[in-house]
C-alpha cells in the first residue's frame, strides 16, 4: 500500500527505482568486493608462494654449498648417494626429496626423485646445460609441489658436472592462500548484507524529493494549483524543486487569469442574452401583428416585413440557445427525471412539430425509462430537426429495446443526405461549429447538437455521430435506463430555447 491507500503491485515494486537503486548499489558493492577478493588473492597466492620458493632455494644453496667441498671428486656412486642422503637429513625440516646427478655416473635406483615426479625438461636443461638455478611449480595428483635444480660450482667459480634436484610440498602454503580465501568468502555476505544499509539510505534520500514531486503533481491534477515543493539543499534535486514551484506558480496564475476571462465571458454572454430578451419579446410580438397584415401591403414592403419577422425569430432563438448554454457552462441546469414511456415521449416531439408525415418513427412499445422528458424532448427535436434541414428526407428515428437485463438506452436518428465529411465528424458537437461545404444549407446557429449533447451528458449518457455505409448521417444517443440522482442547482426557468415552438428545433450546428 502507498500512501495514498492503494494497494502498489508487486512487480511494480520490484521494477521501481528504490529497487533499482539498491539493487544497482548492491551490484557495485559485489563487483567492488569481487574484484578486491581477487587482486588479493592474487597477489597473496603470489607472495606466500615467492616467499616460500625464495627460502626453499636459498636453503638447499646453502646445504650444496656446505656440503660439496666434501664430496670426492670424482665420486662414485656411493659418494652420490652419500651426499644426497646428508642433503636430505639437513632438509628434513623441509621434506623436501633429493637427487643428485653427475655427469659420467650413471644414476642409481635410488638416486631420483622418489613419487613419481619427473623433472621438467627445460628445468634440467637450464640446469645442467647452463648451469643456472631453476625452480617450476607443478601439480601432482591436485597437489602443488615446487622443483628446485641446483648447478653446484667449483672453488673457482666454474661449472662443476654435479646438479642437485629437490622437490618439496607446498600444501601448507597452499593451505594459507585456501584459509585467505574462505576468510574473504565468509566475509563478503556480511559486506554485502552491510551494503544494503547505504543502498537503502541513498534510495531513500533520492527517492524522498522525488516521491514529493509525484505527490505534488498528483495534487495539481486534482486541481490544487497552490501545491508548492519545500526546497532543500542545493543540488539538482533542490533545482527541480524550484522549477516545479516556479512552474506551478506560472499554472496557477495562468489558469486563475483563464477562470476569470471564463467567467467574464460567461456572464457577459449572459448578461447580454438576458438583456436582449425583452425588447426581442416585443419586437417578435410586433413583427407577428405586421406578418398578419403583410398580404394587405405592397410586395416589396411585404417582402421586407417577412424577412424582418424570420431574422427576429433567428435572434430570439439563437439568446433563448445562448441563455441555456450559459446555464450549463454556469452547472446551473436542472435535471427532472421522471418515469416515462421513451417511445410516447419521442412520438410527442414529432407531433409537437408536425413532423409525422416527413420522419418515420420505429418505436416500441412500452420501453419505460427514468429520464427527464423536457430535456429527451430537446435532444430528439434537435436531431430530428438537424436531419431535416441539414441532412435530407426520408429521416428515420428508432427506438432500441433494451435486451432484459440491459441498464442502457439506445435511440438512432437517420438522414438521407450526402453523409458528414470525415474531417468534420470530430467537430460536429462543438459550439458556433458550421460546415456550409457538408450540407445543403447552414441557417442555423451552431449551437443545436451542441445542446443536445450537453443534455445527454446531463442524463450521464453519450451522444455520437456517424455516416452509414448506404449512405446519409446517423447520430445515436446512448442513455441509462435510471438516473435516480437530480442535480441539485435547480434552473428557476428550466425551459429550452429549442423546446418551445416547434420550427425552432431544427436550427443545429451545421454540419
Known amino acids: 500500500m502507498n500512501r495514498l491507500g492503494r494497494r502498489v503491485p508487486s512487480r511494480t515494486l520490484l521494477r521501481g527505482l528504490r529497487a533499482r537503486l539498491v539493487v544497482g548499489f548492491l551490484v557495485v558493492a559485489a563487483v567492488s568486493a569481487l574484484t578486491t577478493a581477487l587482486l588479493t588473492y592474487r597477489e597473496a597466492r603470489n607472495a606466500i608462494l615467492q616467499r616460500s620458493q625464495d627460502i626453499a632455494v636459498n636453503d638447499l644453496r646453502a646445504q650444496v654449498n656446505s656440503l660439496a667441498p666434501e664430496l670426492t671428486v670424482p665420486p662414485a656412486q656411493a659418494d652420490l648417494d652419500n651426499f ?5 637429513r639437513s632438509g628434513k625440516s623441509r621434506e623436501w626429496d633429493i637427487s643428485v646427478h653427475y655427469r659420467g655416473v650413471p644414476d642409481s635406483d635410488e638416486g631420483g626423485l622418489r613419487r613419481g615426479v619427473v623433472i621438467p625438461a627445460d628445468l634440467k636443461s637450464s640446469v645442467e646445460k647452463r648451469h643456472v638455478p631453476a625452480f617450476q611449480r607443478i601439480d601432482r595428483a591436485g597437489a602443488p ?17 654435479l646438479s642437485v634436484y629437490a622437490q618439496l610440498p607446498l600444501s601448507a602454503e597452499e593451505a594459507n592462500v585456501e584459509a585467505l580465501v574462505s576468510a574473504a568468502q565468509r566475509g563478503a555476505l ?14 531513500r534520500g533520492v527517492l524522498r524529493p522525488v516521491r514529493g514531486l509525484r505527490q505534488a503533481a498528483g495534487r495539481i491534477a486534482e486541481g490544487k494549483l497552490d501545491t508548492r515543493l519545500e526546497v532543500k539543499g542545493a543540488d539538482e534535486l533542490a533545482d527541480l524543486s524550484r522549477t516545479f514551484n516556479d512552474m506551478a506558480a506560472r ?11 471564463e467567467a467574464n465571458s460567461r456572464r457577459f454572454a449572459a448578461d447580454v442574452s438576458h438583456e436582449l430578451r425583452t425588447p426581442l419579446a416585443a419586437m417578435t410580438a410586433v413583427t407577428d401583428v405586421l406578418d398578419e397584415d403583410a398580404d394587405s401591403l405592397d410586395p416589396d414592403t411585404a417582402s421586407a416585413v417577412r424577412l424582418i419577422s424570420q431574422e427576429t425569430g433567428k435572434l430570439a432563438r ?16 436542472a435535471l427532472h427525471p421522471d418515469e416515462v414511456d421513451v417511445g410516447e415521449t419521442i412520438r410527442k416531439t414529432l407531433q409537437a412539430r408536425a413532423w409525422q408525415k416527413r420522419v418515420t418513427a420505429e418505436l416500441p412499445d412500452d420501453v419505460r425509462a ?6 429527451l424532448d430537446v435532444v430528439v427535436a434537435n436531431l430530428v430537426g438537424n436531419a431535416l434541414h441539414h441532412g435530407g428526407e426520408p429521416v428515420r428515428v428508432v ?8 441498464d442502457r438506452l439506445l435511440i438512432e436518428v437517420f438522414d438521407s443526405g450526402p453523409g458528414i465529411d470525415p474531417e468534420v465528424l470530430p467537430h460536429v458537437f462543438e459550439r458556433f461549429y458550421k460546415a456550409d461545404s457538408a450540407r445543403a444549407r447552414s441557417e442555423g446557429s451552431g449551437l443545436g447538437l451542441a445542446i443536445a449533447m450537453e443534455n445527454v451528458r446531463l442524463h450521464g449518457g453519450t451522444m455520437r455521430a456517424a455516416n452509414c455505409p448506404e449512405g446519409g448521417a446517423v447520430f445515436t444517443v446512448d442513455l441509462p435506463l435510471r438516473h435516480d440522482e437530480p442535480n441539485e442547482t435547480a434552473d428557476a426557468e428550466g425551459a429550452d430555447a429549442t ?13
Not at 622443483?147 to 658436472?161: E, K, L, T
Not at 556480511?190 to 534510495?203: E, G, H, N, S
Not at 427514468?370 to 430535456?375: I, K, N, T
Not at 427506438?399 to 440491459?406: F, I, N, R, S, Y
Open 84 to 88: 644426497r642422503v646428508q642433503l636430505e
Open 145 to 161: 609441489w615446487l622443483v628446485i635444480g641446483m648447478p653446484v660450482r667449483q672453488s673457482d667459480g666454474q661449472a662443476s658436472a
Open 190 to 203: 556480511p559486506v554485502l548484507i552491510l551494503a544494503v544499509i547505504p543502498a537503502l539510505l541513498a534510495a
Open 251 to 261: 499554472l496557477e496564475e495562468s489558469m486563475a487569469e483563464l477562470r476569470r476571462l
Open 318 to 333: 439563437m439568446v433563448e440557445d445562448l441563455m441555456e448554454v450559459s446555464r450549463f457552462d454556469a452547472g446551473a441546469a
Open 370 to 375: 427514468r429520464l427527464d422528458p423536457r430535456r
Open 399 to 406: 427506438l432500441h429495446a433494451p435486451e432484459p437485463g440491459a
Open 499 to 511: 423546446s418551445a415552438a416547434g420550427p425552432r428545433t431544427a436550427k443545429e450546428n451545421d454540419v
